[in-house]
């Protein structure tokens, strides 16, 4: 490798070290959907797709993305009862709507 190839590679890898994939708390808009980048979307696709899904899909792009099978996981699960606990508060919200008052 020549030194701007290097260069290249390792601005590269810094950018994307630099960026975090998960460590923004996604957000649940007004119909309790999660407002996720693209990167975390992905991630969290796998993860609903199984344990043995996620762990190809990160280590494969482990070295890109920084992530770890298991933090992956617990973030995605976390997430999900997240989503879950508002789809619940918004269903008993609707289903009451003089509580408000």
């Known amino acids: 490798m020549?030194?701007?190839?290097?260069?290249?590679?390792?601005s590269l890898t810094l950018?994307?070290?630099?960026?975090?994939v998960m460590?923004?708390?996604?957000?649940?808009?007004?119909?309790?959907?999660?407002?996720?980048t693209y990167a975390q979307q992905r991630?969290?696709?796998n993860a609903n797709e199984g344990t043995?899904?996620?762990?190809r899909f990160t280590f494969i792009r482990r070295g890109i993305l920084q992530v770890?099978?298991?933090?992956t996981a617990i973030w995605a699960a976390s997430l999900s009862a997240a989503r879950v606990a508002c789809l619940k508060t918004?269903?008993?919200?609707?289903a009451n709507p003089d509580s408000g008052r």
């Open 2 to 10: 020549n030194t701007s190839t290097k260069v290249r590679v390792a």
């Open 15 to 20: 950018a994307l070290a630099a960026h975090p």
């Open 23 to 36: 460590a923004q708390e996604a957000r649940l808009d007004k119909v309790c959907t999660p407002q996720l």
């Open 43 to 45: 991630l969290y696709q």
């Open 52 to 55: 043995d899904v996620l762990r």
């Open 68 to 71: 770890d099978t298991y933090e």
């Open 90 to 94: 918004a269903s008993v919200a609707q």
